[in-house]
C-alpha cells in the first residue's frame, strides 16, 4: 500500500503532465506543507500517514476558512478559487461523519462521563477526547466541541 505523501506526489506529477494549473499548485502547497512539517523539530522526520492526513486536513480548513472570509467580503472570485482547492484537498481526507452517527458517539460518551461523576460543563474535556478518540478523522474537531457544548448546558 503506498503512503498518502506517495500518492500526492503522484497525483502532483499527473496534474503537472495534464496542465491542471489549479490542482499543481494546490498539491504543491499542501507537499510544501509537508515537508515544512517534517522539518520543523530538531530534527528531520518522515511524517506517518496520520500525521500527513492531519497536515492536509489543516490545509484544507484553511481553504474553508479563507472561502467563507472571502464570501462574506463579497470576493465571489476569491471564494471560488479557495472552494476549487478545497475540493481537491478533500478527495485525500476520510469521509465525515453524519451529524446522527456523531450525536450517538457524544451521548455515549456523556453517559460515560456521568458515571465517572463528570456532569455539565466539567465534563466538556473528557467527553470532547472521548469523542474525538472514537470519530479521529472523521469528524472536525470544532463541530465535535459545539455539539458537545450544546449538550452539556
Known sequence: M???KDQLKSDLTNAMKSRNEVETSTLRMTLAAIMNAEVAGDQAV?????????????????????????KE???????????????????YLPAQMSDSD???????AIAEAASQGLTGPKAMGAVVKAVR?????????????????????
Open 2 to 4: 503506498s503512503s498518502l
Open 46 to 70: 518522515e511524517l506517518t500517514n496520520d500525521q500527513v492526513l492531519a497536515v492536509v486536513s489543516s490545509e484544507a480548513k484553511k481553504r474553508a476558512e479563507s472561502a467563507d472570509i472571502y
Open 73 to 91: 467580503a463579497g470576493r465571489q472570485d476569491a471564494e471560488a478559487s479557495e472552494r476549487a482547492e478545497l475540493a481537491i484537498l478533500e478527495r
Open 102 to 108: 456523531l450525536e450517538k458517539i457524544i451521548d455515549l
Open 133 to 153: 478518540g472514537q470519530a479521529g478523522a472523521g469528524a472536525d474537531g470544532a463541530k465535535i466541541a459545539n455539539f458537545v457544548k450544546a449538550k452539556l448546558v
